[in-house]
T-cell receptor, first 110, second 114 residues
Framework: AQRVTQPEKLLSVFKGAPVELKCNYSYSGSPELFWYVQYSRQRLQLLLRHISRESIKGFTADLNKGETSFHLKKPFAQEEDSAMYYCALLVGGSQGNLIFGKGTKLSVKP | ETGVTQTPRHLVMGMTNKKSLKCEQHLGHNAMYWYKQSAKKPLELMFVYNFKEQTENNSVPSRFSPECPNSSHLFLHLHTLQPEDSALYLC?????????????FGEGSWLTVV
């Protein structure tokens, strides 16, 4: 079955602390994974994708096929990072569609 | 960033009403999507249109009827909805479907069925 699991509904950290938002997936094909972010009163927007291997706003995510994970990390959290974070998996090849996890709310306290 | 625009932003309708949600994208994309975001479930894909043709219907009840007159516009026609259909409906678009295509979302239409 195709599935994305984000085990934490809420993650609360202090400013400057490291952050790791967990994402695990289940997919028999070659996975293509994304992190989307939704700041308060803003639209859902792409944060990063694993194929780009980039760092956006200090966040990185590495695809670990052995552990079927795509955890999102940032070494030093900032208050402006507070938002909902969604992990998503593209399935279906050329007609592929995104399957989303339930999301994790990150709260960064001053 | 304004690429995908949805109207209305908020809609309250009775169970016997007929209403429509509208989505317009200004990004020159060929694929458009409807997603449903409710309180207790992950974002759920409802419909996909690729070059105006419906390529995905994710087992959505017939009280939701999509329409894609051209690659820039997408509608979701609503008829005899149930209170459990109350949710945030998100429109999205991408250059094409599949690998390598970033999906851009609108701000959503909040629907309340009373």
């Amino acid at each position: 079955a195709q599935r994305v699991t984000q085990p934490e509904k809420l993650l609360s950290v202090f400013k400057g602390a490291p952050v790791e938002l967990k994402c695990n997936y289940s997919y028999s094909g070659s996975p293509e994974l994304f992190w989307y972010v939704q700041y308060s009163r803003q639209r859902l927007q792409l944060l990063l994708r694993h194929i780009s291997r980039e760092s956006i706003k200090g966040f990185t995510a590495d695809l670990n096929k052995g552990e079927t994970s795509f955890h999102l990390k940032k070494p030093f959290a900032q208050e402006e990072d507070s938002a909902m974070y969604y992990c998503a998996l593209l399935v279906g090849g050329s007609q592929g569609n995104l399957i989303f996890g339930k999301g994790t709310k990150l709260s960064v306290k001053p | 960033e304004t690429g995908v625009t949805q109207t209305p932003r908020h809609l309250v309708m009775g169970m016997t009403n007929k209403k429509s949600l509208k989505c317009e994208q200004h990004l020159g994309h060929n694929a458009m999507y409807w997603y449903k975001q409710s309180a207790k479930k992950p974002l759920e894909l409802m419909f996909v249109y690729n070059f105006k043709e419906q390529t995905e219907n994710n087992s959505v009840p017939s009280r939701f009827s999509p329409e894609c007159p051209n690659s820039s516009h997408l509608f979701l026609h609503l008829h005899t909805l149930q209170p459990e259909d109350s949710a945030l409906y998100l429109c999205a678009s991408s250059r094409a479907t599949g690998s390598g295509n970033t999906i851009y979302f609108g701000e959503g239409s909040w629907l309340t069925v009373v």
